[in-house]
């Protein structure tokens, strides 16, 4: 595990302060039920597991036989086992209902497929190696042997929730202008969660409508 008072120690200014929005930003998608995460224990000293962010709605039905590579949005090592709801896949991945900043190691993880425009990094070999062997051993994506790569960008992340999402060009980009300030004054504007919550609170009125 690594101490949460080193944890962030290591990394360049800018990748601190990427992180640190990107963390929010993932928290929020997964606490605030807009994105479904499972967690995957693992062996390795320095993360007790990881969470396996899915472009998927957790309120439907659709089942772990249906997820393909394309329904990842991110992998997330933590130090700590994050708060699990009761619903279970199966006695060794379970569904995360609270994804706690403070617990992310920072080294959050994508599919190499995606076009980083020089936002990602060289990907952590041992790391990436866990993760997929986890994955693999479980039945998941088999029939491919991915690479990741650290992406520390918040509006990388926003981006490709609001694509998934189908959120306007106008609001997408208000918002991804608020992420880009968050990082440069290190979270000086929060406004971006605001809207972002009041995106779903609107969805669920147009449902309870219908």
Not at 30 to 39: G, I, K, P
Not at 50 to 77: E, G, M, N, R, Y
Not at 87 to 99: F, H, K, Q, V, Y
Request: aromatic share 10%; net charge negative.
């Amino acid at each position: 595990m690594i101490p949460d008072a080193t944890r962030l120690a290591h990394l360049a200014p800018l990748q601190r302060a990427e992180f640190a929005v990107t963390a929010r930003l993932l928290s929020c998608l997964v606490t605030e039920s807009l994105l479904r995460a499972l967690y995957f224990s693992l062996s390795d000293s320095s993360a007790t597991g990881f969470a396996l962010v899915l472009l998927h709605d957790p309120a439907s039905q659709v089942t772990s036989a249906k997820w393909q590579l394309a329904d990842v949005f991110a992998f997330i090592p933590l130090q700590g086992t994050p708060v699990l709801t009761d619903r279970e896949d199966n006695s060794m991945i379970r569904e995360i209902a609270l994804l706690d900043p403070l617990d992310m190691v920072p080294l959050p993880l994508v599919i190499s497929k995606y076009d980083l425009s020089g936002n990602g990094t060289s990907n952590p070999i041992a790391f990436t190696t866990a993760i997929l062997d986890s994955l693999n051993a479980h039945g998941w994506f088999t029939q491919s042997r991915e690479q990741l790569e650290i992406c520390w960008d918040p509006v990388f992340y926003w981006r490709l929730y609001a694509r998934f999402a189908n959120l306007t060009s106008d609001l997408t980009e208000e918002i991804a202008h608020e992420f880009a300030n968050s990082v440069k004054w290190q979270g000086a504007s929060v406004s971006w969660r605001s809207a972002l919550i009041s995106r779903e609170e609107q969805r669920i009125h147009i449902n309870i409508r219908q």
